[in-house]
């Protein structure tokens, strides 16, 4: 997590009440321009866009008073959105709450030979992902991810 999307998270957190759940911070470069992405959820039924117009309007004042400025000079694109069907998996909660769901997950370094994985999560631990993932063959084989190893993951949707 880069300084600027964990300063937003550490920051928007405490401003961001029930039944809302902050899901993720991203900042990315899109062509030529930062965009600063809040991902928010609401159970059970998920955020709607009007809901996230109005939190946009919430949001973006609340960043300005942000001192130091950590943003660029040039300004950024601020994008409040829902995290869709494929959402990112980055905390403890997230992955307790996808066992048993189909995700992706792409690793730092080799792991059985492969760096990416698309399966059932089985298991979480804490420290271990354990994922009933997709072979050669049609076959699956429960591969154990260690959570420090994650580059990124999230749930898939399954066709």
Do not use: C
């Not at 950590?70 to 300004?75: A, E, L, M, S, Y």
């Not at 631990?125 to 993951?153: H, R």
């Amino acid at each position: 997590m880069s300084d600027i999307t964990q300063l937003v998270e550490d920051f928007i957190q405490p401003h961001l009440s029930e039944p809302y759940e902050l899901v993720d911070v991203e900042w990315t470069k899109m062509g030529r321009d930062m965009v600063l992405s809040i991902l928010v959820d609401k159970e059970p039924d998920g955020v709607s866009i009007d809901e996230t117009a109005e939190l946009s309007e919430i949001i973006s004042p609340l960043l300005d008073t942000l001192r130091p400025d950590p943003f660029p000079k040039d300004g950024y694109l601020l994008e409040v959105a829902s995290p869709g069907a494929e959402r990112p998996l980055k905390k403890a909660k997230d992955f307790e709450k996808a066992l048993g769901e189909n995700v992706f997950v792409s690793t730092y370094q080799k792991i059985n030979g492969e760096k990416e994985f698309v399966g059932d999560l089985l298991r979480y631990d804490g420290e271990t992902l354990t994922i009933d993932a997709a072979v050669k063959n049609n076959k699956t084989q429960q591969i154990e991810i260690p959570v420090s190893m994650i580059a990124k993951a999230q749930t898939m949707v399954k066709f």
